[in-house]
């Protein structure tokens, strides 16, 4: 990458020498202007000329070419200095503009660097503006986007913590479903089926024995009632053993 000159641009430099500051006036402000170590200052120009062969500033008007002229001054502060192209003794085309102040030198920006500057100030403002705004941008797929800001923290850090139920869904779950649901309605319709349904109660019943069945068991327990018993037998004697 080629290294670029301080010269190209030049509204972001100043020049001064101290040892002129204090007896800076109308009459020598063009003097201090053309040092050799100013950078604003073109060798080239007729001021340059005229001082090498010892004349006065009047003879700029008869001149063609770049100079330097005091175009306003507000002692013992500021003043200003024009660069201009003399094209005739009428005739001139501004080309910068340059301002003392206490004795440093400035070079005055153009309409065209002034807008660029407030231009890009503005977009730079707006583009922070923009990044601060999606620091603060939050997502979950189960709840969508929210805005998490600083001061909400520290609120929350100050409030009492407590236990919040969780809920089984959220509002953007559930419309996602109900919209879910009715895409498969429309694609998929029910039918509907006209079942006759009755209920049919079957109690079961054992059946009852006939009654000869009853009487003959009667008569069985009443003869073995009737029967008698066998007799009680005594119990055996006793006889004494033959020693």
């Not at 501004?94 to 309409?111: E, F, M």
């Not at 139920?165 to 996602?176: A, C, D, G, N, V």
Request: hydrophobic residues 35%; glycine residues 4%.
């Amino acid at each position: 990458m080629a290294s670029v000159d301080f010269r190209d641009n030049l509204l972001g430099i100043s020049w001064v020498d101290s040892n002129w500051v204090p007896g800076l006036n109308p009459g020598n402000v063009l003097e201090y202007f053309s040092d050799r170590s100013n950078p604003f200052y073109d060798r080239t120009c007729n001021n340059e000329v005229v001082k090498m062969q010892r004349l006065t500033v009047d003879h700029l008007n008869q001149m063609v070419g770049v100079e330097y002229i005091l175009l306003h001054a507000q002692e013992p502060i500021l003043y200003i200095i024009r660069k201009q192209q003399r094209q005739s003794p009428t005739q001139v085309v501004p080309l910068a503009d340059y301002y003392i102040i206490a004795g440093v030198v400035y070079q005055a920006p153009d309409l065209g660097t002034v807008i660029s500057s407030r231009v890009l100030s503005a977009v730079h403002g707006i583009q922070s503006a923009f990044d601060e705004a999606m620091s603060y941008c939050r997502y979950h797929p189960s709840k969508g986007y929210w805005w998490h800001f600083k001061d909400h923290e520290e609120r929350e850090k100050a409030k009492p913590k407590t236990k919040k139920k969780e809920e089984p869904s959220s509002l953007f779950q559930r419309h996602r479903v109900d919209t879910l649901l009715l895409d498969l309605r429309s694609k998929f319709p029910p039918t509907f089926y006209q079942v006759l349904s009755a209920i049919v109660q079957f109690v079961k019943k054992e059946p009852e024995p006939p009654t000869e069945t009853v009487k003959q068991e009667e008569r069985e327990q009443a003869t073995k009632s009737s029967a008698p018993a066998p007799p009680n037998k005594p119990p055996p004697e006793k006889r004494a053993r033959l020693q």
